[in-house]
């Protein structure tokens, strides 16, 4: 029976039939682990607040008739959205490391370009599949390849990565503060 120990991102978790939960985890050692945490009630419940996606956990899990995951604990919470996580854990392979990609998921905020240029799918200078048009904005998960926004609209929404997130203005203050003390 094989322990390891790992630090991982929750990229995902699936109820199952029973008590169990199956999840989805990239670790900093192995790459992609499914693992289920399994055993009682009690002991599923005490390690899900330290299994939900997108955080940062340390990791010990048995090789047993599966990957079980036996202990759990939350190092810190990432920013990366549920959505994204969900389709980085279709996208990668299981029990393929990616020391670049666990580098790039440390910092914030997610990126898409990134993490496909890691992965081996580079946006840059790639056209879109069906039209050819460049550049592309979608990523399409069933078929590894990109599409541009108008032929992105007939595909299915819940496989189809957006590229390009627009970047949102910082807030503009009110009014500044020298303008707050001659009010006062
Ligand atoms: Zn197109």
Known sequence: MQEYVSEAIILNKEPMRS????????TARFGKVIGRAI???????KLAPHLEPGMLTKVRFIEKNGTNIVDALKISRLSH???????????????QREDELWELLAQ?????????????????????????????SHFYIPRQEFFCKTCASKLRKDALILLVTTPHEPLQPEFSMGEQREKI
């Not at 008590?19 to 990239?26: E, I, K, N, T």
């Not at 055993?39 to 419940?45: A, G, L, Y």
């Not at 959205?81 to 299981?94: C, H, I, K, Q, V």
């Open 19 to 26: 008590q169990d939960g199956r999840y989805s985890l990239f």
């Open 108 to 136: 914030e905020p997610f990126s898409w370009q990134k993490t496909l240029r890691i992965l081996g799918w580079d946006p840059e200078g790639a056209q879109c599949v069906h039209c050819g048009k460049m550049p592309v």
């Open 39 to 45: 055993s009682s009630r009690k002991i599923t419940s």
């Open 81 to 95: 959205g549920p959505t994204d996580l969900r389709f980085l854990s279709a996208l990668l392979p299981e029990g």
